[in-house]
């Protein structure tokens, strides 16, 4: 079994647990408001601000370098995003929750590592790529939301095929450089990836509660 298998198969668990999680339950039901949903754009506009910040560290890197992929860098897209949900002034709207400020330390923490840095590319662009499509699709229909703000996270025309690109992405996986323990440190990394991304999504449905 190559190494992208053993990882999906892996953490397939986590994977569900996260698509699961009640806040997106909530916003495909259309049962959230525009600026309910710009709090999840605004969480992600801080974790990918760090993600993509490591990937622009880690460009030469022989091992990470495979895995920096300019064209995905989210930052513009959720700046659009962010701006039509809240307007021009949405820099002072958002900021980081809890669970976010965890989820950031943590990509930071691992940026010297480079099984880590794949570990959190992987959770969150391959879903990104994968579910995230269907989301978009859902969001575009719920909130009206078109090419050019509000959704634009969602879009990677830069990449071209999507399912050209994620096996290109998958045979990287399988080429890289390491042993079984360093696979299994790395599958333990994305299992973590994918409890953190969800304590985000739990702590945006406490919010969101909340302010009800």
Do not use: C
Not at 27 to 39: H, I, N, P, T, V
Not at 45 to 68: N, Q
Not at 97 to 102: D, G, I, L, P, V
Request: net charge negative.
């Amino acid at each position: 079994m190559t190494f992208s298998e053993t990882l999906r198969n892996a953490t397939w668990g986590d994977h569900e647990s996260a698509e699961d999680e009640s806040y997106l339950k909530e916003l495909m039901a259309g049962r959230l408001s525009a600026q309910e949903y710009g709090e999840m754009v605004a969480q992600h506009y801080f974790a990918y601000l760090a993600l993509d910040g490591v990937s622009k560290r880690l460009a030469d890197h022989p091992m990470a370098g495979p895995f920096v992929f300019p064209s995905l860098y989210r930052e513009a897209a959720l700046e659009r995003d962010l701006a039509t949900v809240y307007g021009p002034a949405w820099r002072e709207r958002i900021e980081p929750s809890k669970a976010t400020r965890t989820l950031v330390a943590r990509i930071e923490q691992v940026a010297d590592w480079p099984g880590g840095y794949i570990a959190h590319h992987y959770t969150r662009y391959m879903g990104d790529l994968s579910g995230g499509q269907f989301i978009r699709m859902e969001l575009q229909k719920i909130y009206g939301y078109g090419k050019g703000g509000g959704v634009d996270f969602y879009i990677f025309d830069e990449v071209g095929s999507l399912p050209r690109f994620k096996n290109d992405y998958r045979a990287r996986l399988d080429a890289l450089p390491v042993d079984e323990a360093e696979q299994q440190r790395i599958i333990r990394e994305v299992r973590l990836a994918y409890q953190l991304n969800t304590e985000v999504l739990a702590e945006l449905l406490h919010m969101v509660r909340s302010a009800a």
